[in-house]
């Protein structure tokens, strides 16, 4: 309800993609097959706290350590803070 509700207050459109076409929303199923691929089906958990150790350690390789080719060769953080300062200085 809170996602519904932030949407209205922000007028952003909230569009589900339909029953087997994972094409509509490509990003994320990349995203979502390297979690599983690279982390999930290698990876058996014992505890909740040792799942969130894991998950928050591969984010951060994620995020941190590796080149995306949609974001020219940068790393997601690198080009955040590099669109970031683009914006300041145009």
Same mark, same amino acid.
């Given at each position: 309800?809170?996602? +519904?509700?932030?949407?209205?207050? &922000?007028?952003?459109? #909230?569009?589900?993609?339909?029953?087997?076409?994972?094409?509509?929303? %490509?990003?994320?199923?990349?995203?979502?097959?390297?979690?599983?691929?690279?982390?999930?089906?290698?990876?058996?958990?014992?505890? +909740?706290?040792?799942?969130?150790? &894991?998950?928050?350690? #591969?984010?951060?390789?994620?995020?941190?350590?590796?080149?995306?080719? %949609?974001?020219?060769?940068?790393?997601?953080?690198?080009?955040?803070?590099?669109?970031?300062?683009?914006?300041?200085?145009?």
């Amino acid at each position: 309800m809170a996602v +519904l509700k932030w949407l209205q207050e &922000t007028g952003i459109d #909230w569009y589900y993609t339909d029953p087997c076409k994972p094409q509509q929303n %490509a990003f994320i199923e990349n995203f979502d097959g390297k979690l599983r691929d690279e982390c999930l089906n290698e990876t058996l958990f014992s505890s +909740l706290a040792e799942t969130r150790d &894991t998950l928050n350690a #591969w984010q951060e390789d994620y995020y941190t350590h590796r080149p995306h080719a %949609a974001l020219g060769i940068l790393m997601p953080r690198e080009f955040g803070k590099k669109t970031m300062m683009d914006k300041l200085v145009a």
